[in-house]
């Protein structure tokens, strides 16, 4: 707040994306993960992302998954 007692206003300050970079290509196992990411599936699972893991084992990935994602 301002000495007086008002508050200031703030705005965001919205700039353009920034060119892709050359070399910027993500390494393929990241690219594969984003890849599956905007894939739509219809799934009705309890655990779509174990699906997703599954998936990408069957196309050669090798996933190994934290304990944050272990259920």
Same mark, same amino acid.
């Given at each position: ?5 008002? +508050? ?62 272990? +259920?």
């Amino acid at each position: 707040m301002e000495r007086s007692g008002r +508050r200031r206003e703030v705005a965001p300050d919205w700039r353009p994306a920034p060119a892709p970079q050359p070399g910027g290509e993500l390494v393929p196992p990241i690219q594969a993960a984003v890849n599956f990411s905007f894939t739509p599936i219809e799934l009705d699972h309890s655990d779509p992302f174990g699906v997703t893991v599954v998936l990408m084992e069957e196309d050669g990935y090798r996933i190994s998954l934290t304990e944050a994602f272990a +259920r």
